[in-house]
């Protein structure tokens, strides 16, 4: 199966989730969506990690971005797990998980995706089969695969810098502009290179030419 890689459609699937049946795409609707995988239910790391997507549901909601949970385990342990991750997050603040989990024990959807890990031994089930890593998949409404992040199974995600992705994809196409290096959102931007030095005139007034091929302009964002 050849590799997914940005650009390409995101594969559809039907699953079953904390939510009931879903088909991929229809989920997704018009939304942005993140699909990130975890090793697996009752395991800490993963706990810490969907306390935090469930505490900050108002920072996707308010990007219109929808998330979605996988792991190589059952629905009957997702929803006790659930009860965990509520519980561990409501020390820090109230939490509650929102999102749907899908249920993939038998690695179907993981294979598709490519989730599965082939380098720890340790995260294997007791018949030894791999389960997932830690997987990020971003998918615009068009379901065209715009971010991929695979981090191991020993190593917690940064949700800051996956918001910050999402922030720069989504003004990129609505502005015509790229980020540069630790861009954050209202910082000062790079005009595309696309852009001809008339059309920057127009679209960027405050524009600073830095070097012919490097301009930078302040953005107002709605």
Same mark, same amino acid.
């Given at each position: 199966?050849?590799?997914?890689?940005?650009?390409?459609?995101?594969?559809?699937?039907?699953?079953?989730?904390?939510?009931?049946?879903?088909?991929?795409?229809?989920?997704?609707?018009?939304?942005?969506?993140?699909?990130?995988?975890?090793?697996?239910?009752?395991? $800490?790391?993963? @706990?810490?990690?969907?306390?935090?997507?469930?505490? !900050?549901?108002? +920072?996707?909601? *308010?990007?219109?971005? #929808?998330?979605?949970?996988?792991?190589?385990?059952?629905?009957?342990?997702?929803?006790?797990?659930?009860?965990?991750?509520?519980?561990?997050?409501?020390?820090?603040?109230?939490?509650?998980?929102?999102?749907?989990?899908?249920?993939?024990?038998?690695?179907?959807?993981?294979?598709?995706?490519?989730?599965?890990?082939?380098?720890?031994?340790?995260?294997?089930?007791?018949?030894?089969?791999?389960?997932?890593?830690?997987?990020?998949?971003?998918?615009?409404?068009?379901?065209?695969?715009?971010?991929?992040?695979?981090? $191991?199974?020993? @190593?917690?995600?940064?949700?800051?810098?996956?918001? !910050?992705?999402? +922030?720069?994809? *989504?003004?990129?196409? #609505?502005?015509?502009?790229?980020?540069?290096?630790?861009?954050?959102?209202?910082?000062?931007?790079?005009?595309?290179?696309?852009?001809?030095?008339?059309?920057?005139?127009?679209?960027?007034?405050?524009?600073?030419?830095?070097?012919?091929?490097?301009?930078?302009?302040?953005?107002?964002?709605?």
């Amino acid at each position: 199966m050849p590799a997914l890689r940005l650009g390409n459609i995101a594969p559809d699937f039907e699953a079953q989730t904390t939510h009931g049946p879903i088909k991929f795409h229809d989920w997704i609707g018009n939304s942005w969506a993140i699909l990130f995988s975890h090793p697996g239910d009752f395991t $800490p790391v993963c @706990t810490t990690e969907l306390a935090e997507v469930a505490r !900050r549901a108002p +920072d996707f909601a *308010q990007r219109n971005v #929808k998330v979605i949970g996988i792991s190589a385990n059952g629905l009957d342990d997702h929803e006790k797990w659930v009860k965990d991750i509520n519980e561990w997050g409501s020390q820090f603040a109230p939490t509650e998980v929102g999102f749907p989990i899908i249920a993939d024990a038998d690695r179907k959807i993981s294979t598709l995706y490519d989730m599965l890990d082939e380098q720890d031994a340790t995260n294997r089930d007791a018949k030894g089969l791999p389960f997932t890593i830690r997987t990020v998949f971003v998918i615009d409404p068009k379901k065209t695969i715009r971010l991929t992040i695979a981090y $191991p199974a020993s @190593t917690g995600r940064n949700f800051d810098e996956i918001l !910050r992705v999402v +922030d720069s994809l *989504q003004i990129g196409d #609505k502005y015509r502009v790229t980020t540069p290096v630790n861009w954050k959102k209202g910082d000062d931007v790079i005009v595309h290179p696309t852009v001809s030095t008339d059309e920057a005139k127009t679209l960027f007034p405050e524009h600073t030419v830095h070097k012919p091929y490097l301009r930078t302009t302040p953005l107002k964002v709605d």
